[in-house]
């Protein structure tokens, strides 16, 4: 595990880690500890959630989106497929990663993490 | 003041408030659209203007049904929110969407089914000239039937976030609404609610009596059925694509009726833009957080309904 989640590196991305509904990881929390392993600090974020004009008008540099059984009907995965985000700038990264990984926050996240890591490097 | 005068004066506050829902955070909008106009556009078009024009279209629909239902029941406290059919929408949707793995246009219908499907239960259990306090029970038992069956549809549910929608369900939200979500949900909206207002000298001639009615020529079961489809028709639409937002159907005629001499049909038009002003306002006011959190919607109408609920109930007890 300690092999994946590599070394904190010593510059971060400003990111933001968003699930359906737009909720988010928080900065202080046991998910931004593991994302900045794979190099991005996590936004802090008032109440926990971001709506969809807040994001379009304060977008991250990076935007992690959790997915979580995609193809399955829930009002918060709906969101993620809101219309709208087709706005963000094009400047903004998008990268997509395993929600059933964040739920637990085990052993399984490392591989994600290093999963994460590589993408933004390439 | 003359329901011309009272009508005109509802839609001119309700056309502001639409615009104060379109303007929000006026500096802030201007902003962005020095630097990005493209930006500010696509803030405006897809996603201030869905949820305004949901809060003006399921507000609408909700005061005129609640004021048809109530001249129907001739029941003050005959609401779509308030006797079951709200719960039996989410129910529906819940079922075509999470059980049945429908798309948006099915869950549209799943809540309509839901919905008047409710609105036949109640008429079933109550009858059409109940009492208030069997009408009251009828609707919360329906509630809590539909509500029991809404938790186990959401824990049953494939997806794991099933039971996370539970709070939107029950409490209704408007914030990022879709045009796609607008359109399926608008035209429902606005033939319900034409349907009601079509209703208005039926419901006038049915405040003296059925047997006057009859004799001036109302068709009683006709209009029965015309209000109940069309109630449901309007919050099923409704509450699938905003969740159960209480207590606007309940309120609005009461706060009209005075004002049009009592007639129930008189009161369907008024408390159409009363409703669409209070469902407006209590959008824009969820956006002001309160200690850093923000409201949904159906908290909001609660705290301001259920005390009116309460003294409603008193004042029935009181008579």
Known sequence: MRRDLGPVPAQTTPALL??????????????????????????????????????????????????????????????????????????????ATDGRRWTCLGPGLAPEIARLRAALAG | MTPARLIAALALLTAALAMASLAWDPAGLRAVAARDPDLARAILLELRLPRTALALLIGASLGAGGAAMQG?????????????????????????????????????????????????????????????????????????????????????????????????????????????????????????????????????????????AQSLGVDIPRLRWTIVIATGVTTGAGVAVAGSIGFVGLIVPHLVRPLVGGRPGAALLPSALAGAALLTAADMAVRLPIAGEELKLGVLTALIGAPFFLALVLRGRGQ
């Not at chain 1, 794979?38 to 540099?61: D, H, K, N, W, Y």
């Not at chain 1, 995609?70 to 993620?80: I, L, R, V």
């Not at chain 2, 029970?137 to 929608?165: E, K, R, T």
């Open chain 1, 18 to 95: 968003v699930a359906g509904g737009g909720f988010v990881a928080g900065d202080k929390g046991l998910s931004a500890v593991m994302l900045r392993h794979a190099g991005l600090a996590e936004q802090a974020t008032p109440r926990g959630r971001v709506s969809i004009e807040g994001l379009l008008l304060r977008p991250p540099r990076v935007l992690v989106i959790s997915r979580y059984h995609p193809g399955e009907t829930s009002a918060n995965a709906a969101w993620a497929e809101h219309p709208a985000l087709r706005r963000l700038p094009a400047g903004v990264r998008r990268i």
């Open chain 2, 72 to 212: 129907l029941l001739r029941n003050p406290l005959a609401s779509p929110d308030v006797l079951g059919p709200s719960t039996g929408a989410a129910l529906g949707a819940i079922l075509a969407g999470y059980q049945f793995g429908g798309g948006p246009l099915a869950i549209a219908g799943g809540g309509i089914t839901g919905a008047v499907a409710a609105l036949l239960l109640l008429l079933a259990l109550a009858g059409p000239a109940a009492g208030t306090a069997t009408l009251v029970l009828a609707g919360v038992a329906i509630s809590a039937l539909a509500g029991a069956a809404m938790n186990l549809a959401l824990s049953l549910a494939p997806s794991p976030y099933a039971l996370y929608d539970l709070m939107f369900w029950l409490f209704g939200s408007l914030a990022d609404r879709s045009l796609p979500q607008l359109a399926i949900a608008a035209p429902w909206l606005l033939l319900g609610t034409a349907a009601l207002l079509a209703c208005r000298h039926r419901l006038d001639s049915l405040a003296l009596g059925e047997d006057v």
